[in-house]
C-alpha cells in the first residue's frame, strides 16, 4: 500500500500528538490559514507545505574593530550594521526582563507560539477588518530576524518582513521548530543580539553603546526600559529626538510591564517612572574618516590598511567581496602602527613643512625583518572636507579648483591608485645592487667625466646629445675616478650609468620589481618591459615613480641583510569566535618574508650606504664628503641610506636605515608635479628620518652593520 504525504492537518495533528502546540493554537492557526490569498482550504494547506520546516540561521553581520599595535587604542570600526554579539550573562538582567515584559510577557510559557496571542490577535483583526494584532512572540520575531539576516536576494529580505498572513504562518512554523532545538536563554541571546535599536545600533551591546556609551551588563533599569522600548518602532520612539515624549511614555509602558511580569517592585517602577531621560549618545566610527580627531594622521595609515586588505585573497574572491567582509565579518585586528613612532614622525614632519602648504612631506617607518608598517605621517588632515582647502597649485587650472591641502583623503604614502613621486637618486641602490649580484665589487672603478655620453638612446631633451642621452653631474667636483663607495656617497650621475650600462638597465629594472616597486603610470609600465627595459638608461637616476611605501621597503631590506618582507599593517587578525584568522595553513598577520639578496650582496649595499650618512664604510674609503652626512650627526648611531633629488628639485626624498629600522621621507607636490620644490627643502626629508630614527630608537642598542666579506670589496 502506497503512503499518502501527510496534509497540513496531519503535520499539525502530529504536532499536538507530541505536546507541541495545544488546541487553541490549532485554532489560531485557521486565521493566518485561511487568509492566505483568498484561495480557500487546499490552496493554505499547499502553500503551508511547500514551507521550510527548519529555520536557516547564518552568522549576523558584526562590527570590525580595528587597533593600533598596543592591542588598546581604538583606531577606527568597519561595520554595515553595527553590531557586536556578547552572551547573556554579559547583559544586565533588566534588559532581559524589559524585553520579555514588552515584548512577550508569556515567554517562558510558550513553545514558540502564544495560543491565547494568536486567538485574540485573530479575532482582534477579523473585528478590523485587518492586521491589528500581531501575536508574535520573541521566537517569532527571532525567526523573522534570521531571516532577514539570512535573505540572499532582496525578494527574500521583503518575504522576511513584509505584513502578510503567509509570513505569519512560516514565522509560527519555525518558531516551533527553534523552541525545540535551542534553550529560551539560547533564543533571548540571539534576539538581543539581532535586534534592531535605531541609529544603526544592532543588538543590545551596539545599543548601550550608542545610546549610554556604556556595556550591556552596566544598564540601570530605566536605560534597559528605554531601550526595549525601541524594538517595537525605533524611530517612532527615538529618544535622541528634541520631542523625549514619545520615548519616555514607551519607556515607562515597559517598565509598568515589568511590574505586572514581578520583574521590579512597585517602589521601583514608580521612582524610575519619575527619572528623566539622560543620554550619552556615542556615534560610533565607521571607516577611515571616522579615525578619532585626536589620532586623525592615522586616517592614512589606516587608509592604507583598508587598501592592503582589499588584495587579500583570504577575505574574498575580489576587492569587493574583501571589503563587504570586513564590514561583515566582526574581526578583531591589531594593526602595526606604534602611536609612539608615530607621533614622532608627525612631530618632525609638520615642524619643517605645515598642513597648509601645497607640497606634501611625508615619512614611512618599516620594521626590517617583518615588513610591519610602524608609521605613515604627513601634513596633511585624512578628511573628506575641502571647503577651506587652499587654490591648487597649478595655475592651469580653474581659478575656483580647490588643491588637496591641507584636507585630503589620496594615499600620498603608499596603497590605492597613486602613482607616487619621482624617486630621483635613491634609484641608484637598484643598479648597486645588480650589479654586486652580478659580482661586481665595491672597488669597481669608472672616471666620471663631468657630463657623460651613453649608450642609451632617448627622446630629444634637455640631457640629450642629439640622439644620446648625456647626464650630467649636480657637480664639478664629482669629475674624476669613483668606485661604488664614493660614486653611491656623493650621488655620482655619471658613474652610475657607466655602472649601469656594464650590469644593464634591465637588471636594475628587475632588481627594483624584486624588492617590491610596482609600475603605474602609462609611461613607467611601457618603458619597464622586456621590449624597452634594456634601453631605458635613465631608469638608474629615478624618473619612474614610486611611493614611500616601497622605498622604505626597498632599505629595510638591507637592513635585514637581503630578507624581503611584504610591507604589512597588521601584527594579528581574529576571527568572531577568537581564532586567529588563517589562510592556506599560514596566519594572515605573520610576516611574509623570503631571502630576495644575498647576505653578502645586502651587507656590501649598506657598507656603500654608509658613506652617504657621514658614518663611513668599513671596508672602502668614501672620499672627502657624502650627500647627507647631517644624517649620523644627528643620529649618533650606525646608519645608512639614500638621498634622491630629481632635476630641476620637482622632489626630495631621503631613504635611511639602521639594523632595527627603516624610513623614508619625501617632499613634492602631489596636485603638480612641475611645482619644484626647490633647494631650500633639499635637506628637509634628511633631517626628519635622522630625528625620528632618533627618537624611536632612544634607549635601544646601538646595533652595528656588519661588514661583507672580500668576495665583494675587491
Not at 114 to 134: C, E, I, M, P
Not at 231 to 251: E, M
Not at 310 to 335: D, H, W
Amino acid at each position: 500500500m502506497t503512503s499518502r504525504p501527510l496534509t497540513v492537518v496531519g503535520r499539525v495533528a502530529l504536532l499536538i500528538r507530541a505536546g507541541l502546540i495545544s488546541g487553541l493554537v490549532l485554532a489560531g492557526l485557521s486565521y493566518p490559514l485561511a487568509a492566505l490569498g483568498g484561495m480557500g482550504v487546499k490552496a493554505g494547506t499547499e502553500a503551508l507545505e511547500a514551507m521550510p520546516e527548519e529555520l536557516t540561521e547564518v552568522p549576523t553581520a558584526q562590527t570590525t574593530y580595528v587597533y593600533a599595535s598596543d592591542g588598546k587604542t581604538l583606531l577606527t570600526m568597519f561595520y554595515e550594521e553595527h553590531r557586536k554579539q556578547i552572551p547573556l550573562k554579559q547583559m544586565s538582567p533588566y534588559i532581559t526582563k524589559a524585553i520579555v515584559a514588552s515584548e512577550d510577557s508569556r515567554f517562558y510559557e510558550h513553545n514558540g507560539v502564544d495560543a491565547k496571542g494568536v486567538a485574540r490577535a485573530f479575532v482582534a483583526n477579523q473585528k478590523a477588518g485587518g492586521v491589528s494584532q500581531g501575536a508574535s512572540t520573541l521566537t517569532m520575531q527571532y525567526v523573522r530576524m534570521a531571516l532577514r539576516d539570512s535573505a540572499k536576494t532582496p525578494k527574500e529580505a521583503l518575504e522576511a518582513t513584509e505584513q502578510t498572513a503567509a509570513r505569519k504562518l512560516r514565522e509560527m512554523r519555525l518558531a516551533i521548530e527553534v523552541e525545540q532545538r535551542l534553550s529560551k536563554e539560547q533564543i533571548l541571546e540571539r534576539y538581543l543580539n539581532a535586534a534592531y535599536f535605531g541609529h544603526r545600533a544592532y543588538g543590545i551591546f551596539a545599543a548601550s553603546q550608542v545610546f549610554f556609551s556604556k556595556t550591556p551588563n552596566n544598564l540601570t533599569l530605566t536605560e534597559a526600559a528605554l531601550l526595549a522600548g525601541l524594538v517595537k518602532a525605533p524611530s517612532a520612539y527615538d529618544p535622541a529626538t528634541k520631542d523625549q515624549r514619545a520615548a519616555k511614555q514607551r519607556r515607562n509602558y515597559v517598565i509598568d510591564q515589568m511590574l505586572k511580569i514581578g520583574a521590579v517592585t512597585r517602589a521601583q517602577a514608580v521612582a524610575a517612572k519619575k527619572a528623566k531621560i539622560k543620554l550619552r549618545l556615542t556615534v560610533p566610527p565607521n571607516d577611515c574618516v571616522s579615525v578619532p580627531r585626536v589620532h586623525n594622521d592615522w586616517g592614512f595609515f589606516c587608509d592604507y590598511f583598508k587598501s592592503w586588505w582589499r588584495e587579500q585573497p583570504a577575505f574574498g574572491r575580489n576587492p569587493q567581496e574583501r571589503e563587504e567582509n570586513l564590514r561583515r565579518g566582526g574581526y578583531r585586528i591589531v594593526t602595526s602602527i606604534d602611536p609612539t613612532i608615530q607621533a614622532y614622525a608627525m612631530e618632525h614632519v609638520l615642524d619643517k613643512e605645515r598642513r597648509t602648504s601645497p607640497f606634501a612631506h611625508g615619512q614611512v617607518v618599516i620594521q626590517p625583518g617583518t615588513g610591519r608598517v610602524l608609521s605613515m605621517a604627513v601634513n596633511r588632515r585624512y578628511s573628506l572636507d575641502q571647503e577651506n582647502n587652499g587654490r591648487h597649485s597649478d595655475w592651469r587650472q580653474d581659478r575656483d579648483t580647490k588643491g588637496n591641502y591641507p584636507n585630503t583623503v589620496n594615499p600620498l604614502l603608499g596603497g590605492g591608485d597613486m602613482a607616487g613621486y619621482q624617486a630621483g637618486s635613491t634609484f641608484k641602490i637598484f643598479t648597486m645592487l645588480a650589479a654586486l649580484e652580478a659580482k661586481m665589487p665595491l672597488s669597481t672603478s669608472f672616471y666620471a667625466p663631468e657630463r657623460y655620453y651613453s649608450r642609451y638612446i632617448t627622446a630629444p631633451g634637455p640631457a640629450t646629445c642629439g640622439t644620446h642621452w648625456c647626464p650630467k653631474n649636480s657637480s664639478k667636483s664629482m669629475t674624476g675616478r669613483q668606485t661604488m663607495w664614493t660614486g653611491f656617497g656623493k650621488s655620482v650621475n655619471t658613474y652610475f650609468v657607466q655602472l649601469e650600462e656594464q650590469v644593464g638597465a634591465d637588471k636594475a629594472i628587475k632588481m627594483a620589481e624584486r624588492l617590491g616597486l610596482r609600475w603605474r603610470t602609462p609611461v613607467d609600465k611601457r618603458l619597464a618591459t622586456p621590449e624597452h627595459a634594456a634601453g631605458w638608461g635613465a631608469f638608474t637616476l629615478g624618473v619612474s615613480d614610486a611611493t614611500p611605501v616601497e622605498m622604505a621597503n626597498v632599505f629595510a631590506t638591507l637592513a635585514a641583510e637581503g630578507m624581503y618582507c611584504e610591507p604589512l599593517p597588521v601584527l594579528s587578525i581574529r576571527n568572531q569566535d577568537g581564532s586567529h584568522a588563517v589562510h592556506a595553513g599560514k596566519l594572515i598577520g605573520a610576516p611574509r618574508c623570503h631571502r630576495e639578496l644575498s647576505t653578502n650582496v645586502a651587507r656590501a649595499a649598506t657598507d656603500a650606504a654608509r658613506c652617504v650618512t657621514g658614518y663611513g664604510a668599513a671596508r672602502g674609503s668614501c672620499g672627502s664628503w657624502g650627500t647627507s652626512e647631517m644624517v649620523h650627526a644627528v643620529l649618533g648611531r650606525p646608519v645608512a641610506g639614500k638621498s634622491g633629488t630629481t632635476d630641476g628639485n620637482k622632489t626630495a626624498w631621503f631613504s635611511g636605515y639602521t639594523p632595527q629600522l627603516a624610513a623614508c621621507a619625501f617632499v613634492a607636490d602631489p596636485d603638480n608635479p612641475e611645482h619644484l620644490v626647490g633647494t631650500g627643502r633639499g635637506t628637509m626629508s634628511k633631517f626628519t628620518v635622522a630625528q625620528t630614527l632618533r627618537d624611536a630608537l632612544k634607549g635601544e642598542p646601538k646595533l652595528k652593520f656588519t661588514p661583507p666579506s672580500d668576495k665583494l670589496v675587491w
